[in-house]
């Protein structure tokens, strides 16, 4: 079975402190994710990488960056969190099945971070 | 831009009833489809997946969904819900072709009433 691993499953941050959110998979999958998940919302996409040491912007990416040194870690950082930062992270990743785009996203336990 | 719209946010069932979750997509290629479940408490995890092939795909916990090309919608079913389905359900999208992200929706959320 694909784990996905997430290094917290609760944190809590004060309003300027630089998070770091870790993830490890164990697949030898190329794609990894960072969603944010919040009620009514649904998931968003914040970056992603299909690769080590590449990344492409999702749809939220503005106050976080990401870093992908080894294949199976993936890394999420909130430069400076903030209150509006308050929410459930998710990590995800697939293994790249080519054009077809049938890959299968495998999620990790998520993080709730909490921005005081 | 590609969407993908879930009808019911709210859905309270009793036990025994039965379940259609809507999910529509705005995409005219070739798609991948997939419903995800997250249990309260616990990680999302695939509930079916359907590429190609028999539209009506079986998944776990007797649930399955039918892909309507023509209607552009994967519906999620089953027959007879347990309290123990209640949970957040989630339908997502992937054009082949494209690149290797998942075009989600909102999310339904399942209460079962014992």
């Known amino acids: 079975d694909v784990k996905v691993t997430q290094s917290s499953r609760y944190l809590v941050k004060r309003t300027g402190e630089k998070v770091f959110l870790e993830c490890v998979q164990d697949?030898?999958?190329?794609?990894m994710f960072w969603y944010r998940q919040d009620p009514g919302l649904g998931l968003r996409l914040i970056y992603f990488?299909?690769?080590?040491?590449?990344?492409e912007k999702g749809d939220i990416p503005e106050g976080y960056s990401v870093s992908r040194e080894k294949k199976e870690r993936f890394s999420l950082i909130l430069e400076s969190a903030s209150t509006n930062q308050t929410s459930m992270y998710l990590c995800?990743?697939?293994?790249?099945?080519?054009?077809?785009?049938?890959?299968?996203?495998?999620f990790g336990p998520g993080t709730r971070l909490t921005v005081l | 831009a590609q969407s993908v719209s879930q009808h019911n946010h709210h859905v309270i069932l009793s036990e025994a009833a039965s379940l259609e979750l809507g999910c529509n997509y705005s995409?005219?290629?070739?798609?991948?489809l997939f419903w995800y479940v997250q249990y309260p408490g616990q990680h999302l995890q695939l509930l079916l997946k359907?590429?190609?092939?028999d539209p009506l795909v079986k998944g776990i916990k007797g649930f399955e969904a039918e892909f309507i090309k023509s209607k552009f919608s994967f519906n999620l079913r089953k027959p007879s819900v347990q309290w123990s389905d209640t949970a957040e359900y989630f339908c997502?999208?992937?054009?082949?072709?494209?690149?290797?992200?998942?075009?989600w929706g909102l999310g339904t959320s399942l209460a079962v009433n014992p």
């Open positions: 995800a990743s697939s293994l790249y099945s080519g054009t077809s785009g049938r890959d299968t996203q495998y």
């Open positions: 697949m030898d999958h190329e794609n």
């Open positions: 990488s299909y690769d080590v040491k590449m990344k």
């Open positions: 995409y005219g290629g070739t798609v991948n």
């Open positions: 359907y590429f190609s092939g």
């Open positions: 997502a999208v992937n054009a082949a072709g494209n690149n290797r992200k998942l075009i």
